[in-house]
């Protein structure tokens, strides 16, 4: 780690963090913390590359991944990884209680004072909420005194929760990169970039197919400047076309066009993008089934999708879940035993198997014994992060490290499990109310989880060969100070604009969606979900059927993983280009074979610096003039 890679590094911090709090909290119209790797990023080392050619001593392409790290964590931090769920769900239980909802009678009681800013016994819309919403005009000074204790306890849970991932990861790294040689497809643009430099920028082919999104973004951009224009569009609704019995009953179905979605999954095997848009078309099929025969239409709440198709999703995560730990249970007994100082430790490894096991055993138990403190049950709080950690995190990081979606999100949350076999209200007052803190910013929305760019950092550092341990003082040193600098600049803009003339998804959304969902249980609801339990052990039984298929022949062209993310919000959001891109690799391979492919690999590459680009530009633009910007497929 260089001086001037730590320093540019930690100023692209500062830059990340405000630009991507400006666009998102501010503009509302492009979210650049929700994709992996976010577009902020693509066009931050673009910039990096023409700055290099003024230099007398360029940038290395280990200097670029290392500032690269640090970016990708602040990007990641600043959105929806923490920040955008974190203050918006403190702030807005209190804020948005009424007299209606009950919740200063239902939920204040269970509160503990040291997990929020406000006095849990005193009334609604306290000040220092009522600042944060309606924003201070005049001049007052923003009370950060009164946020430092609240984030200080918290961001000891999150550092637990997020040294957990990089012991997982560690412990995962080898298996997954080494032993079963995933393709890691999003860190290909990257590292193409950084290695190549000058050949990357003077490819022909790559600029043909930056051409095409750039075109298409740049003229829908003068449409908002111009609207007597046409607009090229990128989001075609089909439920619109769907207005007859049967049909109504499929749930959101649209047609996104992202050329950076079509780039990225080129990059993957033929049979995984085959499974993901072959289930997604599969459930909508089974939608229309269901409705026809009159089945009672129940959306799910965590997934855009029928409930008894989202819970056949939710039990197909557990089995491949534990197939991935299964495949890797050779090296994971290894792992064991260096731990306990039966084999030696690999030099090379990011971080000892010792530190790592061991690590990630005490971080466990010290985010049950914080979630214990905080008012929840034990077992619920083992429950709560087991699932979190070892079922939702690492189906996503294995989403993107073989299966290259760009937008990680679930399907369920831990309590739509345990509500299969009891009914929620069960769990009573005290754990329901740190449930929805817990839904609210960990296991509901999984977009900017950082077990994948921990893992992608790790393939990162191998392209560019910087020693693996180098990564233990970039994320110690990139972490704890995106969280302090995107929490100053979420603060400050927040009180300077207030809440309720932002974004309304993160400040009257998300952060309260499961204390509105909870007040029913509180109030004592028994109602549960035991009539899905069946679609759940079909999900299971499926999965396992299609995993031993997986074993035994290697021509099976069925994927576990593409059924258990059919109803992910990253497959609603690209089957479109996943089908796009099956179709042109499929072509290319039939009449040019793999040499026609690896020449075609450019072209498509470009196709997602063309896009992300775009959108990284027209961030820059939005956050100088606040003027409109096209859409994004993404956004």
């Known amino acids: 780690m260089t001086i001037r890679s730590l320093i540019i590094g930690v100023l692209c911090i500062f830059i990340t963090s405000f630009v991507v709090c400006w666009a998102e909290l501010v503009t509302k119209s492009i979210f650049l ?23 007398k001593n360029p940038l290395r392409a280990q200097e670029l991944a290392i500032i690269y790290c640090f970016t990708i964590v602040s990007s990641m931090l600043t959105s929806a990884g923490l920040m955008n769920d974190l203050m918006p769900t403190m702030a807005g239980v209190n804020y948005l209680a009424d007299p209606v909802n009950k919740w200063d009678k239902l939920f204040f009681p269970h509160i503990k004072k040291w997990l929020v800013p406000w006095n849990p016994h005193g009334p609604i819309k306290q000040e220092i909420v009522k600042g944060y919403y309606e924003g201070y005009f005049y001049g007052e000074p923003i009370p950060w005194g009164k946020w430092l204790a609240p984030l200080g306890i918290w961001s000891i849970l999150i550092l637990l929760v997020f040294f957990s991932f990089f012991c997982l990861a560690v412990i995962m790294r080898k298996q997954w990169v080494e032993g079963e040689k995933l393709p890691f497809p999003l860190v290909q643009l990257p590292l193409e970039m950084m290695t190549e430099g000058d050949s990357f920028l003077s490819n022909r082919l790559m600029w043909f197919g930056f051409a095409i999104p750039a075109l298409v973004f740049g003229l829908n951009g003068l449409q908002k400047v111009f609207p007597s224009l046409p607009e090229i569009p990128v989001d075609i609704n089909l439920n619109q076309y769907m207005t007859t019995h049967p049909w109504t009953g499929v749930t959101f179905f649209h047609a996104y066009i992202s050329f950076a979605g079509i780039g990225f999954f080129y990059l993957l095997p033929s049979q995984l993008l085959f499974s993901f848009w072959f289930f997604y078309i599969l459930f909508k099929i089974e939608e229309v089934v269901a409705t026809s025969f009159g089945i009672e239409i129940v959306n799910a709440p965590h997934a855009a999708a029928q409930q008894f198709v989202a819970y056949q999703t939710t039990g197909a995560f557990f089995v491949v879940a534990g197939y991935f730990f299964y495949t890797a249970l050779p090296h994971l007994k290894r792992v064991f035993r260096t731990a306990i100082g039966r084999e030696k430790e690999d030099p090379d490894e990011v971080m000892p198997y010792k530190v790592a096991f061991w690590g990630l055993l005490i971080a466990i138990i010290l985010i049950g014994v914080w979630s214990n403190m905080a008012g929840m049950a034990l077992w619920l709080a083992f429950f709560e992060f087991i699932i979190y950690i070892f079922v939702e995190a690492i189906v996503m990081a294995r989403s993107t490290a073989e299966g290259g979606l760009i937008m990680t999100e679930g399907c369920f ?198 896009e992300f680009t775009m959108g990284f530009l027209y961030t820059i633009y939005a956050c100088l003039t606040n003027n409109p910007v096209p859409r994004f497929p993404w956004t």
């Open 413 to 610: 949350t831990p309590l739509d499990v345990y509500s299969l076999f009891s009914p929620a209200s069960t769990l009573g007052a005290k754990n329901l109310t740190v449930l929805a803190f817990f839904d609210a910013l960990f296991t509901r929305d999984l977009r900017g989880i950082l077990l994948p760019v921990f893992l992608d950092s790790f393939r990162i550092a191998d392209g560019v060969n910087l020693k693996r341990r180098t990564m233990i003082w970039i994320f110690m040193i990139a972490i704890p100070l995106s969280i302090l600098v995107s929490g100053y600049f979420h603060l400050l803009i927040v009180y300077k604009k207030g809440a309720i003339n932002l974004w309304s998804w993160v400040f009257q959304g998300n952060n309260v969606q499961f204390f509105r969902e909870n007040k029913p249980f509180v109030e004592g609801s028994t109602s549960f979900n035991l009539r899905f339990l069946p679609y759940f052990f079909i999900g299971i039984s499926l999965t396992l059927f299609l995993t031993l298929m997986r074993l035994r022949f290697w021509w099976w062209p069925l994927h576990p993983l593409g059924y258990a993310m059919s109803t992910s919000w990253g497959i609603i959001v690209f089957w479109f280009p996943i089908l796009i891109a099956w179709i042109l690799k499929t072509a290319i391979l039939a009449s040019g074979g793999m040499r026609l492919y690896r020449k075609a690999r450019m072209f498509f590459l470009g196709m997602i610096f063309g």
């Open 33 to 55: 913390g929700y994709l992996q790797p976010p577009p902020v990023l693509i066009g931050l080392i673009f910039l990096l590359l023409i700055f290099n050619k003024f230099l």
